[in-house]
């Protein structure tokens, strides 16, 4: 039984139930189509965390984000 873990930094507009149905479908094909597995064996699991709990080349995501904000044309 195939297990797929997609860990998302929460965002300021959250994910909702219908993109994240749409991931769980979309990675399920993707395992059934690339590596044989059956359907109803994958599992799909979404850890939603928060962006202060995260980080990337020595900051938080929440840093990077502010960054990014402040640097956008």
Same mark, same amino acid.
């Given at each position: 039984?195939?297990l797929?873990?997609?860990?998302?930094?929460?965002?300021?507009?959250?994910?909702?139930?219908?993109?994240?149905?749409?991931?769980?479908?979309? *990675?399920?094909?993707?395992m059934?189509?690339?590596?044989s597995?059956?359907? #109803? =064996? !994958? @599992?799909? +699991? *979404?850890?939603?965390?928060?962006?202060?709990?995260?980080?990337?080349?020595? #900051? =938080? !995501? @929440?840093? +990077?984000?502010?960054?990014r904000?402040?640097?956008?044309?």
């Amino acid at each position: 039984m195939p297990l797929v873990n997609i860990r998302l930094a929460r965002r300021d507009i959250p994910t909702t139930a219908s993109e994240k149905a749409a991931l769980i479908e979309g *990675i399920t094909d993707l395992m059934h189509r690339v590596l044989s597995k059956r359907r #109803e =064996s !994958v @599992v799909v +699991i *979404i850890d939603e965390v928060d962006p202060e709990n995260w980080g990337e080349g020595g #900051e =938080s !995501v @929440v840093a +990077i984000r502010q960054r990014r904000q402040t640097n956008s044309p």
